[in-house]
């Protein structure tokens, strides 16, 4: 099942304004009204771990593992927010998704704002579509000798994903537009294909990984490339299918 055992974080990155964990996928980043049974976040874990408030400065879907970054005062919480929302923020993902994709291309794609609550529904808040691009390429295929639906075999791309922007569940909803939904996916993917990973796999996850994360720090001006590995899950998957990217 969703490693969300009461264990340590694993620290990726940290110094005195910025610190990085690799999140596990079915963790929380902060509470949220749409999950009110979930009592344990990401923000209050790490922030009990080190001994010091930590600040959000983007978020992962609770079922994306991989890089997940935070910061450690409150003017950096405006510096790094300002840097993600001027795409100065370079992230890769890596997914397992259904079918052979392209050898890359890019999905532009406008995405409706997808809103959480009633109370924001009630707000009025828009939900005219917005600008939504990812870019991504192809690692690997596979054919496994399992009927889905009406396909005597079952296909699936190993693929990096680039977001250029960052529309709740683009990545997701991208997949899905183009017929390659990702593989887990409960809410836009395909439940033949999550049935056949739990049942010859024993996978329970959404088999999205936030892998990389590459900035220039703000204040040391360095640039930062920030790696998270792949949990005993999605390795083991990479292992079988004979995957080395």
Do not use: W
């Given at each position: 099942m969703?490693n ?6 694993e620290i ?12 596990p ?11 009110k049974?979930?009592?344990?976040f990401?923000?209050q874990v ?8 930590v600040y959000?400065v983007h978020r ?5 593992s991989g890089?997940?970054l935070f910061a450690l005062?409150?003017?950096?919480v405006?510096?790094?927010s ?6 100065q923020?370079d992230?890769?993902?890596i997914a397992i998704?259904?079918?052979?994709t392209?050898?890359?291309?890019l999905i532009s794609h ?7 609550t009633?109370a ?9 579509a917005?600008e ?7 690692l690997a295929?596979i054919e496994?000798?399992?009927p889905?639906?009406r396909?005597?075999v079952?296909?699936y ?7 250029k ?6 990545l997701?909803r991208?997949m ?10 409960t809410?836009?993917?395909?439940g033949?294909?999550?049935?056949l990973?739990?049942e010859?796999?024993?996978?329970h996850?959404?088999?999205l ?16 490339s920030?790696?998270a590995?792949f949990?005993?899950a ?5 292992k079988?299918?004979?995957w080395h990217f």
């Open positions: 969703e969300t055992q009461q264990e340590p974080l990726l990155y940290r110094d005195e304004d910025l610190i990085a964990i690799n999140k996928s079915g963790l929380l980043v902060h509470k949220s009204p749409i999950d049974h979930e009592t344990r990401a923000l790490l922030r009990d771990q080190i001994g010091q408030y959000p992962l879907d609770k079922p994306t890089v997940l005062n409150r003017e950096m405006t510096t790094m300002q840097l993600f929302r001027d795409n923020i992230k890769e993902y998704v259904r079918g052979y392209q050898s890359e291309g406008p995405l409706k704002q997808m809103l959480d009633k924001q529904k009630e707000k009025g808040m828009s939900k005219e917005q939504a691009q990812t870019a991504f390429s192809c295929t496994l000798p399992y889905v639906s396909y005597p079952a296909r791309s190993l693929v990096k994903l680039r977001p922007t960052g529309r709740k569940h683009q997701r991208h899905k537009h183009i017929f390659h939904p990702i593989v887990g996916d809410k836009h993917g395909r033949e294909h999550n049935i990973f739990r010859k796999f024993d996978c996850r959404l088999l990984h936030a892998q990389k994360m590459d900035f220039v720090h703000p204040v040391s001006k360095k640039k930062l920030i790696v590995p949990d005993q999605f390795k083991g998957l990479l079988k299918f004979d």
